[in-house]
């Protein structure tokens, strides 16, 4: 379906959207959910936006020290670059884990946000945050013979099932999509002592839908409750390599499902020519926009397969859109 030259695929249909302009996050890029708040990270703060499941602003975590003012954008050069957000359980404790893209040497940072045990202590000081570096499980991934077909390892998405845990590889020119596939036991031990060698990952290539000749790329991810079924997002962008931005072509919405126990002949993964992949479009209300949407989470669901989920978009010159999607499944 087409969120205006943004297409929804996979056998997803949209019931309602609405939009806000979040004017006080710059260039948000990755969402969770978790419990009735909303938390977002921007690809160039330092801050962790924490909002009402209204979408009102409720305070933000620092995640670590910048010279200047708490809302300034920090440079291209030398950005974090968090693209990737998951929730993760470590020692029996929830935990918001942050990573960065690692498409350059500064963007292999991550973070761990320790949330508090129950609802009514979510809010500041009750935030425990600790860094981590990616670096180690990164250069892995980059010796990978699929990912080192693209210029550069470019983790746009991450998300937690029920038996595992999923790096989403954005494809660059000349490279493919990739799902990145850890057990989540292990990925989670890791977690709790990154000091350890990083686990054994199944990497998997993904052949995603085209806008003007150009494969659309991973950019965010969220798992159904209780299962290994994945809502992903992905963008169509005319840009040489993953760093330098380009002209925003639209986005996708689908779903896929990793199997489990997980049969490597049997993990094919192909949302161009699935028979389940529907293409229509729909341009009531905001689908007729064009948006770059970063990263998606589910908010809530309800009897007979009726889900909202809440989405983030960047333009690219630091504005950021908050879009509630209510869609149910075919």
């Known amino acids: 379906?087409?969120?205006?030259?943004?297409?929804?695929?996979?056998?997803?249909?949209?019931?309602?959207?609405?939009?806000?302009?979040?004017?006080?996050?710059?260039?948000?890029?990755?969402?969770?959910?978790?419990?009735?708040?909303?938390?977002?990270?921007?690809?160039?703060?330092?801050?962790?936006?924490?909002?009402?499941?209204?979408?009102?602003?409720?305070?933000?975590?620092?995640?670590?020290?910048?010279?200047?003012?708490?809302?300034?954008r920090i440079s291209k050069k030398t950005k974090p670059d968090f693209e990737a957000t998951s929730l993760i359980t470590i020692e029996s404790s929830q935990h918001l884990v942050i990573f960065?893209?690692?498409?350059?040497?500064?963007?292999?940072?991550?973070?761990?946000?320790?949330m508090p045990n129950s609802p009514q202590e979510m809010q500041l000081p009750n935030f425990t945050v600790s860094e981590f570096s990616l670096k180690e499980v990164y250069d892995s991934l980059r010796q990978n013979s699929e990912i080192a077909k693209s210029q550069d390892l470019n983790i746009e998405g991450a998300t937690t099932t029920k038996d595992f845990f999923v790096f989403l590889h954005r494809s660059n020119k000349g490279g493919p999509n990739c799902l990145v596939i850890y057990e989540r036991a292990e990925f989670e031990k890791w977690l709790s002592n990154s000091k350890q060698l990083p686990p054994l990952a199944v990497v998997c290539t993904c052949h995603l839908p085209m806008l003007n000749n150009i494969e659309a790329g991973f950019s965010g991810a969220s798992s159904f409750p209780n299962s290994n079924r994945i809502l992903f997002t992905a963008s169509v962008e005319d840009s040489l390599n993953a760093y330098e931005d380009g002209v925003v072509l639209g986005s996708f919405i689908g779903t896929l499902e990793i199997p489990s126990p997980l049969k490597i002949p049997d993990l094919q993964i192909n949302t161009r020519s699935s028979?389940?992949?529907?293409?229509?479009?729909?341009?009531?209300?905001?689908?007729?926009?064009?948006?770059?949407?970063?990263?998606?989470?589910?908010?809530?669901?309800?009897?007979?397969?009726?889900?909202?989920?809440?989405?983030?978009t960047d333009n690219d010159q630091g504005q950021s859109t908050l879009l509630r999607i209510d869609f149910t499944e075919k």
């Open 100 to 114: 960065g893209s690692g498409s350059r040497e500064s963007r292999q940072r991550g973070f761990l946000v320790k």
């Open 1 to 72: 379906m087409f969120l205006g030259h943004s297409q929804i695929i996979s056998n997803l249909k949209i019931l309602n959207i609405t939009s806000e302009i979040l004017p006080y996050i710059p260039s948000a890029s990755g969402v969770e959910v978790v419990g009735d708040s909303i938390f977002i990270v921007s690809d160039d703060s330092s801050q962790l936006f924490v909002l009402s499941s209204q979408g009102k602003p409720k305070f933000q975590v620092e995640l670590f020290k910048v010279e200047g003012e708490l809302d300034a």
């Open 275 to 312: 028979k389940e992949v529907v293409f229509s479009n729909h341009r009531e209300g905001d689908f007729n926009k064009v948006y770059k949407v970063e990263s998606i989470s589910i908010l809530s669901m309800k009897e007979g397969g009726h889900y909202t989920a809440i989405a983030v």
